[in-house]
């Protein structure tokens, strides 16, 4: 099925399902929801969803849940984009986008919606930033999947401050922030937070990363590890040993750990990790 713009819109209260389909949409969207306010559901499963001109294989409004299972996705811009309260899961699909994978972001609403996002056993590469989070909440469980970027970047996230319509913050209010769990990977690239009014947070489970962090809280279990190949800036929060954290040389990993006491140690590979020194 071809289309020159949206090729398949839901709206309230839908719940279509597309198997073994060929999805090619000239722009805008191969499969999209609308004004869903909690009750809308959408999935595409073993599909090959081709966007040949600017635009995203996939839309999850405010309230509504898409699923990609096993699908071959090619877009132009993005693979997905989730507006507000809203749920994607992407489950072993191959996808390449000339832009992002998913851009997760909030406009007129209020600051405590939450985008969801699961990648799980998944074959990603992007022309520019992979996953990007822009002026909102978000939860971005990532699982067992090859990522490539080639701008070296996989998570960013900013203010959204150049959006008029961008969700306003409200001095005062509490906000879930942006939370990150990246679990059964080995991941080359850099975790980027840029949004001051909500603080990231980073779990790795089984995770090795070779990239800098920026701007984030970050927790490692003992099988995970960590390479800064750039300055970095960090909280650790709760137990690691030393040698889960390397540098390269001439690099340091700025780090605030509570109850630690000031000091700078010298890494395997020539950086070094500089604690409460710099904070």
């Not at 390269?248 to 010298?266: L, M, P, W, Y």
């Amino acid at each position: 099925m071809t289309s020159e713009g949206t090729e398949r819109l839901s709206r309230p209260r839908a719940a279509p399902k597309w198997s073994l389909g060929i999805l090619v949409s000239d722009g805008w969207a191969a499969l999209s929801t609308d004004a869903c306010w909690g009750d809308t559901y959408l999935e595409a499963d073993g599909c090959d969803i081709t966007v040949t001109h600017p635009g995203y294989a996939a839309f999850a409004d405010e309230g509504s849940l898409v699923v990609l299972n096993d699908c071959r996705v090619k877009t132009a811009s993005h693979t997905g984009m989730l507006c507000g309260k809203s749920k994607m899961q992407l489950h072993r699909c191959r996808i390449w986008s000339d832009r992002h994978c998913a851009l997760i972001f909030a406009v007129m609403e209020n600051g405590s919606q939450l985008g969801q996002l699961t990648v799980d056993s998944c074959e990603i590469q992007t022309g520019a930033d992979m996953f990007v989070v822009k002026g909102t909440n978000a939860y971005l469980d990532i699982r067992n999947s090859k990522l490539q970027s080639d701008t070296g970047r996989i998570i960013c996230t900013d203010a959204n401050r150049e959006d008029p319509m961008a969700t306003p913050v409200v001095p005062g209010e509490p906000l879930y922030g942006i939370k990150v769990a990246l679990s059964d990977m080995e991941i080359r690239g850099d975790i980027i937070h840029g949004d001051e009014n909500r603080a990231m947070s980073i779990s790795m489970r089984h995770t090795k990363i070779r990239g800098a962090i920026r701007g984030a809280v970050i927790a490692l279990d003992k099988a995970s590890r960590w390479f800064a190949d750039q300055d970095s800036f960090v909280t650790i929060y709760g137990s690691f040993e030393e040698a889960q954290l390397d540098a390269a040389e001439g690099v340091t990993i700025h780090a605030f750990i509570e109850d630690r006491k000031n000091q700078e140690i010298s890494l395997k590979s020539g950086g070094r990790l500089a604690i409460n020194l710099d904070n």
